[in-house]
Structures are given as C-alpha cells and as structure tokens.
C-alpha cells in the first residue's frame, strides 16, 4: 500500500470523511440530497461506514464515538480503517483520498495493516489481491507517512514469517529472512551455524535441536546508530521455534496444527529491528533469536534427561514440549556479554498463557524496575497491544527444583506462565521482562486489522516503547 500527501480532493477522487464532534458536513461534497439522506443514515447508523455514490467516485463518512477515552478511539479507528477497506476493495476500487483529520493517522494505520494478505501459496495470486493500493491523505506530513510505511511493512514481514510453514522455514531460512530484513531496513546480522552453537556450548538449543533433521541457527542482528542515546544496549530475544510437535512428549493433533506460529516471538524481534532501523531511532538495540524445530526424530532428547546451558547450569527434562525455555535459557544467557540496560523477550511460551487471558493481551512478568513495566503498558495501551502484569514471587521458584539437577523446565500446571518465566529468569543478570504472546500471536479468524493467521503482534508495541524510551 502506498501512501502519499493530497494537496486537495478533486471531484473525481474517491474520498473519506471522519466527522467531527459536531458531525459537520464538509463544504461543497454533498448536495442537497445527499446531505439529508446522510443526515439520516447517521441517526439511525452507528459504527458504520455511510456510502454516496456520485458516479464519477464515492464519498464515504464516518461518525466516531467521541464518548470513548483516546486510546479507544483511535482503536475504534483502526478498525474503521480496516472496514473502509474491504468496502473498497470489494467494490474494486484502487485509491482513496482522506479529508483532513487528526484522527487519520489511525485510520490510516487499520488501513495499512487490514490491507495484508498472505498469498504465496495461491496459485491465482492475482486474482485474489486487493485492489487498494494507493491512500492520498490531506494534511499528513511526509514524517508520518514514512514511519507508517516502516511500521506497518514490519508488521507485514513479522506476519510473512508466522504464516510461513515450516517447510518453507526451517532455522536456516529464517536466519536468511533476518539477513535479508537487514539488508532491506538497514541493520546488521550475523548467524551462527552448529559448529558455533557447540562451541558456545548452548546446550539448550542443542537438546531441542537433537530429534530434528535440521541443523539450528543462532541469529544475531545489530542497530548501532552513532546518535545512540543508551551506553548499554537494550536486547530482546525472540523464540525461533519453527516448528513444535512437542518432542517425544508429542502434541495431540488438535494442538499441532497452528505450530508453525511457534516463533512468533523471534517474527516480532525481526519487524521491530526493521521499524527500528528503518526509522533510524536513536538506540543501540540487539535483537537475539535461537531458532529451530521441536521434533520426536531418531535421537531426540527424552523426559528424564539432564542438559547443561550455556552458563553451565543442568535442567532435566520432565517434558519435551517445554522446549522454549531451553533455547531461550541459552539466548538470555548469551546477552549477559553486552551488559545490556534491559532485555525484553517475547515467546510464544505458554498454553497456560492463553488460558489466563485469551487472545487480547500479552503476558508479562520480570525483574525490571516497575517504571520500565508501566512505560510498556503505557505503549500496550497507545498501539493496543496491551499488556497484564503477573507476579514473580519467589514461591513460584520451588516449583522447579529437580532432586537430581539444577533446575527442571516445568513447574506445576497451576501459574504455568510464572513458573516459565521464572525459569527464565534464572539465566538473566540484568532487567529483564519476559513477555508471552502465545495467545495473540496467531488467530484464527479475521478480526478488523488483523488477519486470520499471524498477527505480528509486538511488533508496534516495541516500536512504539523503543520510539518512548
Ligand atoms: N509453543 C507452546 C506454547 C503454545 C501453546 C503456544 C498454545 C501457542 C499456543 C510451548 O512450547 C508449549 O508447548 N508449552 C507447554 C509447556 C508445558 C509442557 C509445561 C504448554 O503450555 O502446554
Ligand atoms: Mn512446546
Ligand atoms: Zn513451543
């Protein structure tokens, strides 16, 4: 989708309207018919979009619900955006002209992220692409624009990577897909391969890796800009699970079938280092991602095993299908070297996750100072990306005392996302925030802005904190 500046709105362009509080009709757009059949769809319409037809294009009008609290708003926005464009896209309709409004860089933005498609394994491709393409806005500013394209281009490449299956992304090809994000939105990557993996002796990667075909991959991307306001960095860790079968403690069927969504924690770490490049924030941020696919192969490692991380601690493994934490363990030890100023990861961690709050929020938990927890929330509520504290007790660390190792990589069922993010914690020496996205990171219908599939969620909401910071 391209966006651009409008000067001003010709007769012939097809144009939206938000209108203000006071539900003015612009001057000169409608005649005398039309504004009293609009003045009468608004009465008995909320919500919706208000179509005239003048033949040579269409006005559209919405009325916001200016009762809301802003941040409601601007999401009810969005998803008006979102629903203004499938009106158009099903009336094939290729461009559309925003009359000024504050309220359009939302607009704007559902627009952009409810234009997504994911389509590469259509064989009529075109057939089924949106016609929109082309949003001219009055009154933006070419600022705005480019960080929307950023943004919203990042959020695209996050959700590319989710609905990706595995046989088109194993560990390898999503290290290739961070190489090429870096080459495109300005960042830089290395990738270590398993040589390097077992010379760093990351023996959580390596246990999840043992049953599969597929060699891992440990992604390293770096936005070092020479403005950077922080000394130390800050890292966020995503969890490249390209795949989960769950191991030898194998998944039921029902549960395998969304698991190539399992690394959308490292989907959000590759779109927020785009949109954080591409937009040249003023930070020194690294991005960590240990990737590969949990399988119940040949020598896969089994429940009672016991495996050393990286920073030598030994877990025994009471269930393969805890395997996040083991690769994770490894990365949150590996950022330990950049004395980071705080890591954030984001995981697709846990069922129990998605069974405390659904799909709408991310969990979140972890050792940084509360004020770094209200700044994310703060952003969580701005993008709507919302986060929910949980407690980080130290109760919940008795729950992971193996009688014959370190540590054991589960807890009880109860407080499930706790005990994951306690484990975690064990292998962190700075401020650390853990965040599950395993319920909003892949849905299953479409819902205004968001898709049916990958979300990117986290992406905006980094973004956003990092843009904050
Ligand atoms: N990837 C899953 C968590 C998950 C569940 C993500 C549902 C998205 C949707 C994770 O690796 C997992 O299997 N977790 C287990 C942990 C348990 C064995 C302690 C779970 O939550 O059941
Ligand atoms: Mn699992
Ligand atoms: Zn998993």
Same mark, same amino acid.
């Given at each position: 989708?391209?966006?651009?500046? +409008?000067?001003?709105?010709?007769?012939?362009?097809?144009?939206?309207?938000?209108?203000?509080?006071?539900?003015?009709?612009?001057?000169?757009?409608? @005649?005398? /018919?039309?504004?009293?059949?609009?003045?009468?769809?608004?009465? @008995?319409?909320?919500?919706?979009?208000?179509?005239?037809?003048?033949?040579?294009?269409?006005?559209?009008?919405?009325?916001?619900?200016?009762?809301?609290?802003?941040?409601?708003?601007?999401?009810?926005?969005?998803?008006?955006?979102?629903?203004?464009? &499938?009106?158009?896209?099903?009336?094939?309709? =290729?461009?559309? *002209?925003?009359?000024? %409004? &504050?309220?359009?860089?939302?607009?704007?933005?559902?627009?952009?992220?409810?234009?997504?498609?994911?389509?590469?394994?259509? %064989?009529?491709?075109?057939? +089924?692409?949106?016609?929109?393409?082309?949003?001219?806005?009055?009154?933006?500013? =070419?600022?705005?624009?480019?960080?929307?394209?950023?943004?919203?281009?990042?959020?695209?490449?996050?959700?590319?990577?989710?609905?990706?299956?595995?046989?088109?992304?194993?560990?390898?090809?999503?290290?290739?897909?961070?190489?090429?994000?870096?080459?495109?939105?300005?960042?830089?990557?290395?990738?270590?391969? =398993?040589? +390097?993996?077992?010379?760093?002796?990351?023996? $959580?990667?390596?246990?999840?890796?043992?049953? &599969?075909?597929?060699?891992?991959?440990?992604?390293?991307?770096?936005?070092?800009?020479?403005? *950077?306001?922080?000394?130390?960095?800050?890292?966020?860790?995503?969890?490249?699970?390209?795949?989960?079968?769950?191991?030898? %403690?194998?998944?039921?069927?029902?549960?395998? /079938?969304?698991?190539?969504?399992?690394?959308?924690?490292?989907?959000?770490?590759?779109?927020?280092?785009?949109?954080?490049? =591409?937009?040249?924030?003023?930070? !020194?941020?690294?991005?960590?991602?240990?990737?590969?696919? @949990?399988?119940?192969? $040949?020598?896969?490692?089994?429940?009672?095993?016991?495996?050393?991380?990286?920073?030598?601690?030994?877990?025994?493994?009471?269930?393969?299908?805890?395997?996040?934490?083991?690769?994770? *363990?490894?990365?949150? !030890?590996?950022?330990?070297?950049?004395?980071?100023?705080?890591? #954030?990861?984001?995981?697709?961690?846990?069922?129990?996750?998605?069974?405390?709050?659904?799909?709408?929020?991310?969990?979140?938990?972890?050792?940084?100072? /509360?004020?770094?927890?209200?700044?994310?929330?703060?952003?969580?509520?701005?993008?709507?990306?919302?986060?929910?504290?949980?407690?980080?007790?130290?109760?919940?660390?008795?729950?992971?005392?193996?009688?014959?190792?370190?540590?054991?990589?589960?807890?009880?069922?109860? $407080?499930?996302? #706790?005990?994951?993010?306690?484990?975690?914690?064990?292998?962190?020496?700075?401020?650390? #925030?853990?965040?599950?996205?395993?319920?909003?990171?892949?849905?299953?219908?479409?819902?205004?802005?968001?898709?049916?599939?990958?979300?990117?969620?986290?992406?905006?909401?980094?973004?956003?904190?990092?843009?904050?910071?």
């Amino acid at each position: 989708m391209q966006f651009s500046i +409008k000067k001003n709105i010709s007769e012939k362009d097809n144009v939206a309207v938000i209108l203000n509080k006071t539900s003015n009709l612009p001057n000169g757009l409608l @005649n005398q /018919d039309e504004t009293t059949y609009v003045k009468s769809a608004l009465k @008995n319409q909320k919500n919706t979009w208000i179509e005239v037809n003048q033949y040579a294009r269409k006005v559209f009008l919405f009325q916001p619900d200016y009762k809301k609290e802003e941040n409601q708003l601007n999401e009810a926005m969005r998803k008006a955006g979102a629903s203004l464009g &499938s009106l158009l896209n099903t009336q094939k309709i =290729k461009t559309v *002209a925003l009359e000024e %409004s &504050s309220l359009n860089r939302y607009l704007a933005e559902g627009l952009a992220l409810g234009n997504y498609q994911y389509l590469r394994y259509f %064989s009529k491709k075109n057939k +089924k692409e949106n016609t929109l393409n082309k949003v001219q806005w009055v009154g933006a500013s =070419k600022k705005l624009i480019d960080e929307l394209n950023a943004v919203s281009s990042a959020v695209y490449l996050s959700r590319d990577l989710v609905n990706t299956p595995v046989w088109d992304l194993n560990a390898t090809q999503l290290a290739n897909s961070a190489v090429k994000a870096g080459k495109e939105f300005g960042f830089d990557v290395e990738v270590f391969d =398993k040589k +390097k993996i077992e010379a760093l002796k990351m023996g $959580g990667l390596l246990a999840v890796n043992k049953g &599969s075909i597929d060699p891992p991959t440990f992604i390293i991307m770096e936005h070092k800009p020479k403005n *950077a306001k922080n000394k130390k960095p800050i890292v966020l860790v995503g969890k490249g699970v390209v795949y989960d079968t769950g191991g030898l %403690s194998l998944k039921p069927s029902t549960s395998m /079938d969304e698991m190539k969504s399992d690394m959308g924690g490292s989907a959000a770490v590759i779109g927020t280092m785009s949109a954080a490049a =591409k937009e040249n924030l003023p930070l !020194h941020i690294i991005g960590l991602v240990p990737a590969t696919d @949990n399988r119940p192969g $040949g020598n896969a490692v089994t429940p009672g095993d016991v495996i050393t991380i990286s920073d030598g601690t030994t877990v025994e493994v009471m269930n393969t299908d805890a395997e996040g934490r083991l690769i994770l *363990a490894d990365a949150l !030890h590996y950022a330990k070297k950049y004395s980071p100023e705080m890591v #954030i990861d984001l995981a697709t961690l846990t069922g129990a996750a998605v069974m405390a709050i659904g799909r709408y929020g991310i969990v979140a938990m972890g050792t940084a100072p /509360d004020k770094a927890f209200s700044k994310l929330s703060k952003s969580g509520e701005e993008v709507y990306e919302r986060i929910v504290r949980f407690p980080f007790w130290e109760e919940y660390d008795e729950l992971l005392k193996s009688p014959i190792a370190d540590l054991k990589n589960i807890g009880t069922r109860e $407080g499930g996302a #706790i005990t994951a993010g306690k484990f975690l914690a064990n292998f962190t020496d700075y401020p650390y #925030i853990h965040l599950d996205i395993a319920g909003p990171a892949f849905i299953n219908a479409t819902d205004g802005y968001l898709q049916k599939g990958g979300t990117g969620v986290g992406v905006r909401l980094l973004y956003n904190f990092l843009k904050n910071y």
